[in-house]
């Protein structure tokens, strides 16, 4: 799982549209750039979004887990100094 993209993917982007959907930062930034209209369609796009990036990561995270004997991630020897 430590060298998974795709749940790098849904990790970083979850953390991404949660801070949008959490604090003003599109609301300012779509302002600045001159779409203050379509503030109130950001939900339309941000909530699916999100659920969409937890989705992909819990799948990844619980396929890697299913394939490594014991639950566990496996780490490969050589990241560990070893």
Known sequence: MW???WFKVGAVG???VCLACLTPVTTI???AIG???WTG???IVAVPA???FVLLAAYRALSARR???GGAPKRS???MGE
């Open 3 to 5: 060298r998974d993209g």
């Open 14 to 16: 979850s953390a991404l």
């Open 29 to 31: 930034a779509l302002t």
């Open 35 to 37: 779409l203050a209209a």
């Open 41 to 43: 369609a950001i939900d």
């Open 50 to 52: 999100l659920v969409t």
């Open 67 to 69: 394939r490594t004997p």
């Open 77 to 79: 020897g050589a990241s």
